[in-house]
Every structure is written in structure tokens, then in C-alpha cells.
């Protein structure tokens, strides 16, 4: 049976089903109230299904009525319409945070114009190459799984399956992904492995995982290697920066391959129609694939401010977990080469501690002692860098020579940033 793509799912009615959070709880039975109870400040409140019509969804925002139209009650299949990684990642976190999975699961087919997304508690700096994708205008994310760094572009499908907490299994998932790739295909040679990769003829990646479990419900998401640009992949996921020290989780390298090298008929829709037909067979559900919209904030009220949350530099750099940078450079003076050393300590992405040693007939100490001291408490990127530069060049206004090894200085350190 072939997947449809259902339209962009409309408007419904909606019966109002509130569930009361702990605190709330405890309030409504001391004062012998219902259950129901009022939701308000940062508490969220699932969003039931409803065995009429389909499930509806319910969040705690007051707007017009929506749901899911035609739908079978127990189970989703969705899809998005959007290539926005920070869109996307934010559908993740708003079904994971409002709606109840209590029986019904949901699988979530999405892809992404080219970025590059790291794992919760990953250092960028470590993961990836900042300066080449800024140059390139490709997107970083940190998303709110743990795991390891991904590159992302539209020849790579991810997959995100919502469950209960105690109905969550991995291996089960991949299980079911081999079995819709070998559906297409019974010649594939795909394995799972033990740390929950995706391998092809025993050798080649096409697959990892990463996931988040919640008090009530979780999530497990993977990607699928279909037609990605490799080459992309391998320069944008190397760090060129040296002397970095840290306790944030390490990527493994792996080596990977295209299932379109293999099979030019796997296309990125065959593989997803493919699995929403397996997913839908196990789970006795539609299986219609509902196509979304993440920028409706009728559909998914509240959905906007999380994608804004997820591109804020305090949460794509902020977030990394403190490290050091000790490292040295040379730049050319008068026929020679002079070197440089930095030692940065970095936390919250802040600069913390700054320290640069340059031999003083090129650099005072009393000038290096005041450009370390402005940078503490600045955040660790090129673009403070330059400006707290800028503003320190005008406490120098006739000195062109000293302004000259500042402005090397400066880029050597933002090369590191």
C-alpha cells in the first residue's frame, strides 16, 4: 500500500481537557476541588487525543481551535514542510513537552536545509568547523538530545519517534527502519548496531542516534543517509582548532556512505513512504502521512518562541560546557617570525580568564595585560572580539605601528574562535 501525503492539516473543534501538573495536584485535593485544574506560568499541560474525529490537540494558549483532521485515534504519522532546522528541532520539543503519547505514538519524518546540529552537552568548537560554515552561511543548532554532531542537508531524512517513557526502545525503531529499507530493497545489507547506529555492509554509518526521556514521555531520533553531500559532511564537521581542552561529550568518527550510492532508486521519498508504511503496519494506525506546518501558531501555539529560544547564541554557545584554549601562533616581524601564546578559560561561552604572552620588543606587556583584561567577561566570538578591539584602538589614536600588531593579534585570536 502506497503513503499519501495527506494536506496541511486544518482546523477542528476542541474539547478543553486539562491535566493538572504535580503542585496544582496537591492544591486541588486540599481544597476537595476536580481534578481539572488551572495551568499558568511555566507549567505545561498535555495535549489529550480525543477518540472522536480522530485525536485534537490541546495546549495552554488561548486561540482558535485546531487539530488533526481524519486521523486514526491511536497514532500519527507527520511530516514537515518546513527545511528550517531550528523549526523543526522546536516541533520536537513542542510535542515532547504538550501532547499526551499515552498509547499513541507518533513518528515524525523531517529534513533540513544544509546545517549542522550538535548534541546537548557537545562543544562546537571542538565539532566543527565555526569559520568555514559562517563564511558558508550554514546553521548551527544544539538541540536538546544528547549524542554526538550531525550535518544535515536535504539528501538526509530524520526521524523522530515520540512515545511513552516506558514504551521507549530504540532498537525497536531501528528494527523497523532495516525492515522498511529492506522492503524496498531485500538485497540491503543494514545492521544495527549495540550503540543504536544504522550500518551498511558491515562497514559504512548511514545512521546514528540521539534521544531525550522525559518524566512521562521520550524521544528517540535518528538520521538516514540517503543522497547528503559528502563532502559538505567532511569539511564541516572537522575542527580546524587546535589546544582545546574539555569535558563535553566527543563525536566518534565513523565512516559513512549514501544509500543512493548503493541503490539510485532510494530516494529520500521512497525511504519515507517506505518506513511510514512499516510504522504504520506495527502500530495499527493511518498510514497517511500529515503534512505540518511549524510556523502555524494555530496548529502549535507557542511553537515560535521555542524555534527563537533554539537561535539564540546563549543557547548554541552558551550552553557549552566550560573548557580551555592553550595555544600559540607565529606572525612575521621584521623578517622573522614571532610567537605568539594564548590561554583562554571559557565559560558560558564567556571568556573567563585571558592570558597572552608576546615577546615584549613587539608587544608591551602593559598593552597585552590591557587587551586580555578587556576581553574577560566577553563572549568567545569573532564578532566581540573585533568590536572590544576597535574600542581599544582609540585609547591609541597616533600609534599606527601598535595599531598594526593589535589588528594581527586580534585576527590570529578570532581564528581560534
Not at 41 to 70: D, E, R, Y
Not at 173 to 183: E, P, T, Y
Not at 309 to 331: A, C, D, H, M
Amino acid at each position: 500500500m502506497s503513503v499519501a501525503h495527506r494536506g496541511l492539516l486544518g482546523a477542528c473543534g476542541l474539547r478543553v481537557e486539562l491535566r493538572p501538573t504535580r503542585a496544582s495536584a496537591v492544591l486541588s485535593r486540599k481544597k476537595k476541588k476536580n481534578k481539572t485544574a488551572n495551568v499558568t506560568g511555566s507549567h505545561s499541560m498535555l495535549i489529550p487525543f480525543s477518540v472522536k474525529n480522530g485525536f485534537q490537540l490541546l495546549c495552554n494558549h488561548k486561540v482558535p481551535a485546531a487539530g488533526f483532521k481524519n486521523t486514526a485515534k491511536n497514532g500519527l504519522i507527520l511530516q514537515s514542510i518546513s527545511t528550517d532546522v531550528y523549526q523543526n528541532l522546536a516541533v520536537e520539543d513542542w510535542i515532547h513537552d504538550h501532547i499526551n503519547l499515552d498509547g499513541k505514538p507518533i513518528l515524525f519524518l523531517w529534513r533540513n536545509s544544509p546545517s549542522v546540529v550538535i548534541g546537548r552537552h557537545q562543544n562546537p568548537w571542538q565539532e566543527c568547523n565555526l569559520n568555514q560554515m559562517r563564511e558558508e552561511g550554514i546553521k548551527l543548532a544544539r538541540r536538546k538530545s544528547g549524542g554526538g554532531t550531525v550535518y544535515h542537508d536535504m539528501g538526509n531524512i530524520n526521524l523522530t519517534f515520540f512515545t511513552t517513557k516506558n514504551k521507549y526502545d530504540r532498537m525497536k525503531n531501528l528494527k523497523l527502519i532495516v525492515q522498511a529499507l529492506n522492503s524496498v530493497q531485500p538485497q540491503l545489507d543494514v545492521q544495527a548496531t549495540k550503540r543504536f547506529d544504522l550500518i551498511l555492509d558491515g562497514q559504512f554509518k548511514i545512521s546514528g542516534t540521539a534521544s531525550k526521556i522525559g518524566r512521562t514521555s521520550a524521544y528517540h531520533h535518528c538520521t538516514l543517509l540517503c543522497g547528503t553531500d559528502g563532502a559538505s559532511l567532511t569539511s564541516f564537521l572537522k575542527s580546524p582548532y587546535q589546544g582545546i581542552k574539555s569535558n563535553a561529550t566527543v563525536s566518534i568518527p565513523a565512516v559513512v556512505k549514501n544509500l543512493l550510492e548503493k541503490d539510485p532508486t532510494l530516494t529520500c521519498e521512497v525511504l519515507m513512504n517506505a518506513v511510514a508504511e512499516k510504522y504504520a503496519a506495527y502500530h495499527q494506525i493511518d498510514s497517511h502521512i500529515n503534512l505540518i506546518n511549524p510556523t502555524d501558531e494555530t496548529l502549535f501555539p507557542g511553537l515560535k518562541s521555542k524555534a527563537t529560544e533554539l537561535q539564540t547564541w546563549e543557547w548554541i554557545y552558551g550552553r557549552t560546557p566550560k573548557f580551555s584554549v592553550n595555544t600559540s601562533f607565529n606572525v612575521l616581524y621584521e623578517q622573522s617570525h614571532v610567537e605568539i601564546k594564548v590561554f583562554i578559560d571559557i565559560k558560558n561561552g564567556r571568556i573567563e580568564i585571558c592570558n597572552i604572552e608576546a615577546p615584549d620588543h613587539w608587544l608591551p606587556l602593559e598593552v597585552c595585560d590591557t587587551l586580555c583584561s578587556s576581553f574577560i567577561g566577553s563572549k568567545f566570538c569573532p564578532i566581540e572580539t573585533t568590536f572590544m578591539t576597535n574600542v581599544l584602538l582609540k585609547t591609541y589614536p597616533e600609534d599606527y605601528e601598535l595599531h598594526s600588531k593589535w589588528n594581527i593579534l586580534c585576527e590570529k585570536i578570532k581564528g581560534i574562535m
